[in-house]
């Protein structure tokens, strides 16, 4: 059924991974652990720092921290609410769960000073395919920049804003995903290492453990 006006849930998340498309948008407000996504193939986090939003019609896969609480606002799509596409959490966003109604609930939360403003936005989906397309090469700030033509700072300012990642961290995050992809599909890590620019297999087993919690080999498909 459509929705008509906006409904609040505190919901609590098991570890499992799931993905979700619905009619409607959705505002996160992470008020415990940590949350990532895919939201139509862009990978995104959420936790207690930062708040987002999911538009209506999005496919979006997720997996939670076992114990992650998040207050989950269903909203029907309105003017404004695409600037809380990705948004800082306050203090009093804390305390949006003991206001009871969701439309008050929305109101706090547009009228944050720390929303991002729609002028803001990267096209990530042009992001990542130039980074895709040469993963073994140095990307610094200076050169993500250039595609936007945006200097370093104000370059790193915006895709914080956006993802919650700075250059290097998003940088490292789809590295490590293309990596995963390679090797279940059988690749060498050594290979790999190469191909998506890691100096060597161990420096990258390394990364995996570190940013992923998972080793290489566990990423491998089975032999049939």
């Keep these: 059924m459509p929705l008509f006006e906006p409904v609040s849930t505190l919901r609590r998340y098991d570890g499992q991974a799931h993905v979700h ?55 029907p799509e309105s003017t404004g609410l695409e600037r809380l596409r990705r948004f800082a959490l306050t203090p009093a966003c804390r305390t949006l769960g003991s206001l009871g109604d969701p439309r008050l609930q929305l109101a706090l939360l547009l009228d944050l000073p720390t929303v991002l403003s729609s002028r803001r936005g990267l096209d990530l989906a042009q992001l990542d395919a130039a980074l895709a397309s040469a993963l073994h090469e140095p990307w610094p700030t200076a050169r993500m920049a250039r595609l936007f033509h945006l200097s370093p700072q104000r370059f790193h300012a915006r895709l914080v804003e956006l993802t919650g990642r700075a250059p290097g961290g998003y940088l490292r995050a ?16 050594e290979a790999v290492a190469a191909r998506v620019g890691y100096r060597s297999g161990s420096a990258l087993a390394y990364a995996l453990r570190r940013d992923r919690g998972v080793g290489a080999r566990a990423l491998r498909r089975p032999a049939p």
Excluded: K
Excluded at 61 to 72: F, K, Q, S, W
Excluded at 174 to 189: D, I, P, Q, V, W
């Design 21 to 75: 498309i619905h009619d409607h948008a959705q505002v996160m407000v992470p008020l415990a652990g940590r949350m990532d996504l895919e939201v139509d193939g862009h990978a995104l986090f959420t936790d207690p720092s930062c708040g987002m939003l999911i538009p209506a019609g999005a496919r979006h896969a997720y997996c939670a921290e076992p114990g992650t609480r998040i207050l989950v606002i269903d909203a």
């Design 174 to 189: 789809l590295r490590l995903e293309h990596a995963g992809r390679m090797l279940a599909r059988g690749a060498t890590l």
